[in-house]
């Protein structure tokens, strides 16, 4: 009896945000083969300069920016959004209000950010990184922001639990900090309010908290929600999460002018951005050591959930990228790997070995329960799974032996600049590669979705699974 | 247990503490005004019309993305040594700059003081005409996008290699190109620049 009344309010939940969130996860899976399309023509440009070199709008500058800013934006931000507010019913036992507004919100967005990647390709882009939309764009998405946070923060006004859980936490603090970050940043470097070396702080001061207090939050409020719920058994330490959230809230705030290391910037600024990058290996070693122990003696399960293998995979990498982030930040590593390809493997590492697994982790649990449909083919999944892990990792790899081995060479002035170049084509042609397998995995998962949306993937019954379970948990996939 | 109230509260409080220590305290102390050198120049000086044209052209095309506009000091990376630069980029060199271009990458070298280590306008036509012309295997994409291709002779083309284009024809830079390198010229970070308030 308990159990159905269980299910019928889990059903009120989802149904109370079903049309919104369907809405921005579909979308964000459009903004994803964008932006895979225009990462392929960027990359394969950096090693052959004349493939679509007669247009201005296919220029590289051009591309890779518009590349940036569909996935920043479309993707890693609409799913983001779509997952906060499936989330947010979910942990409040609010139904979700205001969902008519939230549907034109994810159209308003789509609008915005279709126009916003038509202005770079057109020569309309600021070229101030992670900003580059112009300022009207950007205000038409914090109205669209505001409008979410809105009916996540009503939603938790209006809760049905005295217990707060992690996953809320994270969910909260995003609906407050992004709205700061973003309306200040542009506010103050495209409103004219800031110029020369104060607005290349504030920039980075942005650049580097939309990845530490927007897209990390979301993503680890999906890792504290889909781990337990799949492998069925509490998170290990309460008191460790506490920790992490604090930790997090604090340092990442203070982390982003490694950015500028050696640069034309007043020394504390960039002194105290490395100390808070180092402490930052607080936060991300509590989450890590959760994850490890929630996991422990679960690990089987990664065989069979698909959920589950997404969702570890990605906190693995957020424990990688993270500590690398901290000694990154360091004068003597920053000296050597800061301006080359190396930084560039490490914002994928984050922004897709962490972040967009995530997402594609949450994707596979969020979905059955939307649509009412399982996940139309094992081997889809398989396919998306492997090429994507296998993808990021060649990514990763090649550009940061390559990005070590570029910034080796331009410290010794004896070599000739040229040299340096060249010495770079072999990892970048590797880079290509690897993108190409990304965006195989992505077109999978995006079949996957088309199915599921479109009722053409069966009604809900067993799980679609990996492999067959040897104990069987929960029934979550 | 954690309040909404504390969460909400701590959340806003985190986010305008590092606010406050990154964007308002430099929007306040970095210096935002041009200083007078001792030969009673104004420093930085103000762009020519057209460098300013050539500025927007660099942005809109995302140079800055291949290039970073930040001389290393001494004791840090190789910059001095490859002729980068004369001395170490100071916040004094950006002043007033709308975005100051900085820069992450160095796909291409630093171009802080490129006006001084290249300051042939022929040099740079051809090179962004085609790359491969002035530095062969450089990855730097050709922008021919810039440039005009007319029948006959002109006064103001290009000199390519035979057989670049149809015989007859003359490849002429456009107002943008122009510009372009209008600005690449006034890129220069002088040496007898040797501090600002700031340091």
Known sequence: ?477 | MIEPRTLLLGALATVCFSLTGYVLVPALGVETTPITLENGRAYPPVLSEQAAQGREVYRDLGCVYCHSQQVRPETFGADLDRGWGRRGSLPVDYVGQQPPLLGTMRTGPDLADIGTRQPSETWHLLHLYDPQLTSPGSNMPPFRFLFDEVEGHDERALTLPEGTVANGVSVVPTARASALVAYLQALQQPPDVTGSSDE
């Open chain 1, 1 to 477: 009896m308990a159990e159905l009344e269980h299910a019928q309010l889990l059903a009120k939940l989802d149904g109370s945000c079903r049309r919104p969130v369907l809405l921005f996860l579909i979308s964000a899976v459009v903004w994803l083969l964008v932006g895979s399309t225009l990462a392929l023509i960027a990359s394969i440009k950096l090693h052959a300069p004349e493939f679509l070199a007669n247009d201005a709008w296919l220029t590289f500058g051009r591309m890779r920016t518009a590349h940036l800013n569909s996935v920043a934006y479309g993707w890693a931000a609409m799913a983001a959004v779509g997952v906060l507010l499936w989330l947010v019913p979910r942990l409040t036992r609010a139904p979700l209000r205001g969902t008519r507004l939230l549907e034109g919100a994810a159209w308003a967005w789509n609008g915005l950010v279709a126009a916003g990647v038509v202005a770079i390709l057109t020569g309309y882009s600021t070229s101030v990184e992670w900003l580059e939309f112009p300022l009207p764009i950007a205000m038409g998405l914090t109205v669209c922001f505001a409008v979410v946070a809105g009916a996540g923060l009503d939603a938790l006004h209006r809760r049905q639990v005295d217990h707060i859980y992690v996953s809320l936490w994270y969910l909260t603090a995003v609906m407050v900090w992004f709205p700061v970050l973003y309306l200040t940043a542009n506010i103050g470097i495209h409103g004219g309010l800031l110029s020369g070396v104060a607005q290349a702080m504030t920039n980075w001061w942005f650049a580097h908290n939309v990845l530490g207090l927007f897209v990390t939050p979301i993503a680890l409020a999906t890792l504290y929600y889909v781990l337990p719920k799949v492998i069925g058994r509490p998170i290990h330490s309460y008191y460790l999460s506490l920790v992490g959230f604090w930790a997090l809230a604090l340092f990442y705030n203070w982390a982003g002018l490694h950015h500028l290391v050696g640069g034309p910037v007043p020394m504390w600024a960039v002194t105290v951005g490395i100390v808070a990058s180092m402490m930052m290996l607080i936060p991300v070693t509590t989450v890590a050591f959760n994850q490890h122990m929630t996991m422990r003696g679960h690990f089987h399960l990664l065989r069979s959930s698909p959920s589950l293998r997404f969702v570890v995979f990605a906190g693995m990498s957020y424990a990688v990228v993270s500590a690398q982030g901290s000694f990154e930040a360091l004068r003597g590593m920053s000296e050597v790997v800061h301006f080359t390809q190396y930084t560039v493997g490490h914002a994928h590492l984050g922004m897709y070995g962490f972040f967009s697994m995530m997402m594609f982790g949450g994707y596979y649990f969020i979905l059955p329960r939307l649509t009412g449909r399982e996940w139309p083919s094992a081997t889809l999944i398989r396919v998306h799974f492997w090429c994507s892990a296998f993808g990021i990792a060649v990514y990763f790899l090649a550009l940061t032996a390559g990005g070590v081995q570029q910034g080796l060479l331009l410290l010794d002035p004896g070599v000739p600049f040229l040299d340096v170049v060249q010495a770079t084509l072999p990892w970048l042609q590797a880079r290509s590669w690897a993108g190409l397998a990304l965006t195989v995995a992505h077109i999978a998962f995006a079949i996957s979705v088309a199915q599921m949306v479109l009722g053409l993937a069966p009604a809900r019954g067993t799980p679609t699974l990996l492999a067959q379970r040897v104990t069987s948990q929960g029934g979550a996939a």
